[in-house]
């Protein structure tokens, strides 16, 4: 069982924008700035799409972005487009482990 | 090109071992912490376990702790993961994975492998 709290699935039309929530507690998205974001489409290795918490790595288009208040943090996808249908997992650097992941949203462009 | 290339999965009987290959390339491999993190099919990414740039600090998740061993070897570029015991429970793709840091602080990975299938059935 995750440590971290995701939506099972959110959907958008093509141009549209999503939100995706991530909830943990004080001692793992609540403290650190170590928050990140990965996609994964099927049968691929994930790629990260944003790092503590704000950046995005070279070539991660901005549309995508993230942000975090409190012991929540959020990834927005903006323009949404086909490619971006896939898995999303957050993470965070938690007290007791290096990486706590949460349980994954589908993204699905309608 | 920076790359991740696992090897060293299959199909093992619960109860045995299995050890898992990770070769660096592209990168200075001895100035960052790497982990190892599996996917259950069907299921979402856990983190099992790291290592610091320098082997100083290792770390593993409940699950595999007192099973699983991290090690690295610097010279060779290479990581691996010791996997005793196993059980179907560990079925599963075994991604390595490059963090921006040489410590375990958990930052970012930032590099991943294409992962590697351990399949543990009688």
């Known amino acids: 069982q995750s440590a971290l709290t995701q939506p099972r699935s959110v959907s958008g039309s093509p141009g549209q924008s999503v939100t995706i929530s991530c909830s943990g507690t004080s001692n793992d998205i609540g403290f650190s700035n170590y928050v990140s974001w990965y996609q994964q489409h099927p049968g691929k290795a994930p790629k990260v799409m944003i790092y503590d918490v704000t950046k995005r790595p070279s070539g991660v288009p901005d549309r995508f972005s993230g942000s975090k208040s409190g012991n929540t943090a959020s990834l927005t996808i903006s323009g949404l487009q086909a490619d971006d249908e896939a898995d999303y997992y957050c993470s965070s650097y938690g007290n007791t482990f290096p990486f706590v992941f949460g349980p994954g949203t589908k993204v699905t462009v309608l | 090109e920076v790359q991740l290339v696992e090897s060293g999965g299959g199909l093992v009987q619960p109860g045995r071992s299995l050890r898992l290959s990770c070769a660096a390339s592209?990168?200075?491999?001895?100035?960052?912490?790497i982990h190892w993190v599996r996917q259950r099919p069907g299921k979402g990414l856990e983190w099992v376990s790291g290592?610091?740039?320098?082997?100083?600090?290792?770390a593993s998740a409940d699950s595999v702790k007192g099973r699983f061993t991290i090690s690295r070897d610097n010279a060779k570029n290479a990581l691996y993961l010791q996997m005793n015991s196993l059980t179907v429970d560990d079925t599963a793709f075994y991604f390595c994975?490059?963090?921006?840091?040489?410590?375990?602080?958990?930052?970012?990975?930032?590099?991943w492998g294409q992962g590697t299938m351990v399949t543990v059935s009688p």
């Open positions: 290592i610091s740039w320098n082997s100083a600090s290792v």
């Open positions: 592209g990168f200075t491999f001895d100035d960052y912490a």
């Open positions: 994975a490059k963090d921006r840091s040489q410590q375990l602080v958990g930052r970012v990975l930032d590099v």
